[in-house]
Antibody, heavy 123, light 110 residues
Framework: EVQLVESGGGLVQPGGPLRLSCVGS????????MNWVRQAPGKGLEWVAA????????YYAGSVKGRFTISRDNSKSTLYLQTNSLRDEDTAKYYC????????????????WGQGTTVTVAS | QSALTQPASVSGSPGQSITISCTGT?????????VFWYQQHPGKAPELMIY???NRPSGVSNRFSGSKSGNTASLTISGLQAEDEADYFC??????????FGGGTKLTVL
């Protein structure tokens, strides 16, 4: 069974950093591009960032570019999101998502979602 | 870049059909066939229902169908069932090499 388990969320002060992690199992992690998508409380979905299967391409939403960094360690089947200079508007549940097609681009659709980890930015 | 435009809510009775629209621009929905629809039940993670405008992943009911005309994509659900009550989000690839979502539509089955 394909599983994604996110961790690392919590309460952080404005301006602070937080590192999110996502461990994948039940599939060949290194074959898939991966995404982070977030959802503020009671709001819609917002794509945050993506990374190619071999880390040779990273992509960011304008709202996080320069503050967030996506990375992965295929030997550990783990995806990361380093978040810096956090703002109130970054408060959300962050989902780790597998791209739909092995060897394909991140924008080929989001096939499997984790249950999310919640980030709360507040003083 | 602004979110794709979806109606905030739609409703229908069991057995009826409903359509949810998703309007973008030529830089996203109108320019690519990478348009997707996701279903999200309360407290749950989203689920992919339609990919590449009109294709259903394995396991998704054939009551769900997608289409596109110009800058507007549509999701149609036929034979509405109580279990279809959920939030629905469209998304698209963009000319900026990013992904954009719609604001979401709450479907109520009366």
């Amino acid at each position: 069974e394909v599983q994604l388990v996110e961790s690392g969320g919590g309460l952080v002060q404005p301006g602070g950093p937080l590192r999110l992690s996502c461990v994948g199992s039940g599939f060949t992690f290194s074959s898939y591009a991966m995404n982070w998508v977030r959802q503020a409380p009671g709001k819609g979905l917002e794509w945050v960032a993506a990374i190619s299967s071999l880390s040779d391409g990273t992509y960011y939403a304008g709202s996080v570019k320069g503050r967030f960094t996506i990375s992965r360690d295929n030997s550990k089947s783990t995806l990361y999101l380093q978040t810096n200079s956090l703002r109130d508007e970054d408060t959300a549940k962050y989902y780790c998502v597998i791209a739909r097609v092995p060897g394909g681009y991140f924008y080929y659709g989001m096939a499997v979602w984790g249950q999310g980890t919640t980030v709360t930015v507040a003083s | 870049q602004s979110a794709l435009t979806q109606p905030a809510s739609v409703s229908g009775s069991p057995g009826q059909s409903i359509t949810i629209s998703c309007t973008g621009t030529s830089s996203d929905v109108g320019g690519y066939n990478y348009v997707f629809w996701y279903q999200q039940h309360p407290g749950k993670a989203p689920e992919l229902m339609i990919y590449d405008v009109k294709n259903r992943p394995s396991g998704v009911s054939n009551r769900f169908s997608g289409s596109k005309s110009g800058n507007t994509a549509s999701l149609t659900i036929s034979g509405l069932q109580a279990e279809d009550e959920a939030d629905y989000f469209c998304s698209s690839y963009t000319v900026s090499n990013t992904v954009i979502f719609g604001g979401g539509t709450k479907l109520t089955v009366l």
